[in-house]
């Protein structure tokens, strides 16, 4: 477990739901990974992300899927691509991603509270 944090610095991260609109094979990247479109709506538009999620996930599964991501951290260069949020999982039992997604069908754009 890390170290406490106030109510404060939790509201400072703000994490979103998305749905992902393309996804695409990241051959390039050191890890396996995905690049990934991901629509948060009006507000903040269509974000960039690469992912290691190959192990469970396609472009032809995850595209269409609602995820959680982080999308106020500044942009990150993965290789050749710019990774503009985080999109959030967590590892099963062999440390493989799994990705946070709402089990109901929510509206894009909605933060995490």
Known sequence: MTAEISFDDFLKVD??????????????????????WVDFGEEIGIRK????????????????????AVVNFPPRQIGRFMSEVLVLGTPDTDGEVVLLRPDKDVPIGGRMY
């Open 15 to 36: 994490i979103r739901v998305g749905r992902v609109v393309d996804a695409q094979p990241y051959p390039e990247a050191r890890k396996p990974a995905l690049k990934l």
């Open 49 to 68: 992300s690469s992912a290691q999620i190959t192990r469970h996930y396609t472009p032809d599964t995850v595209t269409g899927l609602l995820v959680m």
